[in-house]
């Protein structure tokens, strides 16, 4: 290949690479270590560039975009604080597997290792946070590099990735080679088609049982609105009850009738009951996390286990599985429906009926019910306006990390993947923002709705100038408390109730700061008031900020306290200040 | 090296560990390209698995793969997780765990050697006393002065301890070991 029109500078090359990736948006700060690729850009108009204010938010900006779309999101920030900047969203991204391109800047090869200004180990401090990374040290094989950090990032687990280029490589020329053309890490070939055998010997198991439940997670997000289609599919055919993990939310519609609701810590009684009694449970995509599993040793004792999942390494990790099966999850269950269908004898619907009823009995125990108030907003009715109001329209939730994100997963209801962006792995506060300006980025006409909480959403707030900038309305709705409701919620569990450093003290007028930045503030602390104000800010076509002061000590419940079962479940109605301070014994102080 | 004797995956792993620890050997064929080791380390380290002995070498220099020799200890679950983690790596090719393999094969476990540079500082019968014993466990002097020797020896991994340990009073002034180097016996590749 020594075609001339080939030849062209490394910066050249990153933005040729991109585009021939089909990279639309790109979320970057610039600083001296990537100059050149910012000149670049400059010169072009193919890829639009959008300005954050802080490299996490580029960082949480292209999670939002990708997880909303499907396709991969990519940052753009320079090197030192840049790449470590970066570190955040990048791990949030590989804990939800989420795939994602970072770019980032280094100093020149020359001066690497020299203790250079801006200069960091990019390549060593992302390695435990990326899927795969690389340091570019010859402008030929740059090209190469990023087509395989596209390939990486997407195929297989999806996670991030990050390619560091140094500035002289930016500068230097070289050959560049389209997609398709350059060599690729021959050791790296996920497995997507799952064993025939071990789905048959699901699909057997499956028929037996008499008490199953599907138990999805963000998995199927990832695998494509096919396997969104495949699950719906399989749960009708079946009629099995499921529940879904925190990042599976919308995979399943909340208003399906077999929808037991969320699962784990903050998730219904149903789903969690559903759990621990189950004799076949089909994990899909879900990887038995610490917030799902509760005490391990008490998790689902009399039950067979159906593990589907991409990456080999999330089976038997945790929790011991009767039936691995290895693959992507869409296409494993291509094979599920299609030998369920060919089933000689299916079972007969009297086989689950027992089952059904008592979940129904667990339904009824209300586990989301809350004490309403005509005085105060309590923070869950806040969430079901919200979303009353918001239905019927192209809505996209985001949120920060804490007790609304709870109150969200449990009170907002789903209907369709890829609507619902929330940081579970990491539990990153700060997240909502930037991933809301992501997702308005990819979806301009959409609702983008960012709910918050009042001290999650001052880590990232600096980015309500980029949505000022780029026009983005995104709406952030601020469930105020006052508190850092979580934290305060756990002080109350596990320490006497006394509130070290959870108030909020010196809190923004967040009206006057929506005002500061361009943007619009909305002020709401009355029950009757508040429908007229969400309409209000979802009418605004601008980026608001909804200040709703809701009930300062407000609790989320119901909850498995840290070390009990699934069955050990602390509901809203039992949830006195006695049961509350000795829910957790001495063992489970020590869990996080 | 030895971090935890725990695997670390979550919080909720307090109940106590039932299964006994082994000592496993696995052999890792990584692309040998800048940063696989520091990949590999980095999963032991970050995971809180053990590293009771570790070698690599480029082993096919036109396929630019390396071998890396891993003893690691644990129960049987955090060597298949271990594995499975390895495995994870991008440049890494292939994982196998030889004890597991010589286990298959009908074998006790599979070829383990070390090689051990010693060096012994002295004079007079000490001098005497520490060729005879070199001859015995058939280490080769490969460098000597009238004051000192340097001992080659090659051996598993408990006869260079017995080794050094014997030579200890006789003047032993430095070590240096390579570490495990392993493969299965029998016809098979790995």
């Known amino acids: 290949m020594t075609d001339s029109n080939n030849q062209m500078t490394g910066a050249e090359i990153v933005l040729r690479a991109l585009k021939d990736n089909g990279v639309e948006h790109i979320f970057g700060y610039p600083g001296g270590a990537v100059l050149p690729i910012y000149d670049e850009i400059f010169q072009q108009d193919d890829i639009q560039h959008i300005l954050v204010r802080h490299e996490q938010g580029a960082g949480h900006a292209a999670e939002g975009y990708a997880r909303s779309t499907g396709k991969v999101g990519v940052m753009l920030v320079t090197s030192g604080p840049g790449a470590t900047n970066a570190v955040t969203p990048l791990q949030d991204a590989l804990m939800d597997s989420v795939p994602l391109v970072c770019i980032s800047g280094q100093v020149p090869t020359t001066l690497i290792g020299s203790d250079a200004f801006q200069e960091c180990d990019t390549v060593g401090i992302t390695r435990p946070c990326t899927k795969h990374n690389w340091l570019v040290k010859d402008v030929n094989e740059l090209a190469g590099v990023i087509h395989e950090a596209f390939r990486i990032a997407q195929t297989g687990r999806p996670g991030p990735v990050v390619v560091d280029v140094p500035k002289d ?155 691995p099966i290895i693959g992507d999850v869409g296409q494993v269950m291509e094979d599920m429906v299609r030998l369920w269908r060919a089933l000689p004898k299916k079972p007969e619907k009297s086989q689950t009926q027992e089952w059904w009823s008592n979940i129904e009995r667990w ?3 209300n586990s989301f019910a809350y004490k309403p108030s005509s005085d105060v907003i309590m923070p869950q009715y806040a969430i079901q306006r919200l979303y009353e109001l918001s239905k019927g329209r192209d809505t996209y939730i985001t949120t920060e990390v804490g007790q609304h994100q709870m109150w969200a997963a449990q009170f907002f209801g789903f209907e369709e993947p890829h609507h619902w962006l929330t940081s579970g792995g990491l539990g990153t506060m700060g ?94 602390d009355k029950p009757a008031e508040l429908d007229g104000k969400i309409e209000e800010m979802i009418a605004v076509n601008r980026p608001v900020i909804f200040d709703c002061r809701v009930a300062n000590l407000a609790n989320c419940f119901p909850m498995i306290p840290s070390g009990k079962a699934h069955n050990e479940m602390l509901l809203p109605d039992e949830a006195t200040d006695e049961a509350v301070a000795n829910a957790i014994d001495a063992r489970g102080r020590q869990l996080v | 090296m030895n971090a935890h004797q725990q695997p670390t995956g979550s919080a909720y792993f307090i109940t106590p560990e039932t299964a006994k620890a082994e000592n496993h050997t696995l052999s890792v064929l990584v692309s040998n390209e800048p940063g696989v080791l520091a990949r590999v380390i980095g999963l032991f380290s970050g995971r809180g698995y ?141």
């Open chain 1, 363 to 365: 339904r009824a125990r």
């Open chain 1, 169 to 323: 490589i930016q500068f230097a020329t070289g050959t560049y080679t389209p997609p398709g053309e350059t060599p690729v890490n021959s050791s790296y070939k996920p497995v997507v088609q799952g064993d025939i055998k071990a789905i048959q010997a699901a699909i057997e198991l499956m028929a037996t049982a008499r008490r199953p439940v599907f138990y999805t997670g963000g998995g199927v997000v990832n695998s494509g609105p096919e396997a969104s289609r495949l699950l719906r599919e399989l749960v009708e055919l079946t009629g099995f009850p499921i529940t879904s993990t925190l990042m599976g939310l919308g995979t399943y519609p909340a208003s399906g009738k077999n929808w037991l609701g969320m699962l784990g810590m903050h998730g219904s009684y149903e789903a969690n009951m559903a759990m621990h009694d189950c004799d076949v449970m089909v994990c899909i995509g879900a990887r038995f996390d610490d917030r799902i599993t509760g005490r391990l040793n008490a998790f689902s004792p009399n039950s067979h286990k159906i593990h589907v999942d991409i990456d080999p390494s999330s089976i038997n990790k945790n929790v011991r599985v009767d039936v």
């Open chain 2, 50 to 190: 053990n590293i009771e002995s570790l070698t690599v070498s480029e082993t096919e220099h036109e396929a630019h793969l390396s071998r890396i020799t891993i003893v690691t200890r644990g129960t049987p679950s955090v060597l298949e997780q271990i594995k499975a983690q390895l495995e994870r790596i991008v440049p890494v090719h292939r994982v196998v765990d030889l004890t597991v393999r010589a286990k298959d094969l009908g074998q006790e476990r599979p070829i383990e050697r070390e090689v051990a540079l010693i060096k012994v500082v002295g004079s007079g019968e000490h001098r005497a006393e520490t060729l005879r014993l070199a001859d015995a466990f058939q280490a080769k002097v490969v460098d000597a002065t009238v004051e000192h020797f340097v001992l080659e020896i090659t051996g598993k991994s408990s006869k260079i301890d017995q080794f050094v340990a014997i030579l200890k009073p006789l003047g032993l002034i430095e070590i240096c070991r390579t570490g495990i180097a392993a493969m299965n016996r029998g016809p098979q590749g790995m």
């Open chain 1, 431 to 524: 997240y909502g923002l930037p991933a809301a300006i992501g997702v308005q980025v990819a979806h301009p006409e959409a609702l983008v709705i960012d709910i918050a909480g009042d001290a999650s959403i001052q880590m990232c707030i600096q980015e309500m100038s980029c949505a000022i900038q780029h026009n983005l309305p995104v709406k952030i709705f601020i469930l105020n408390n006052q508190y850092m409701g979580m934290v305060r919620q756990w002080q109350q569990l596990l320490h006497g109730n006394r509130l070290s450093n959870s108030y909020t003290e010196a809190m923004p007028d967040f009206v006057k700061l929506a005002e500061a930045y361009g943007a619009v503030g909305i002020y709401c």
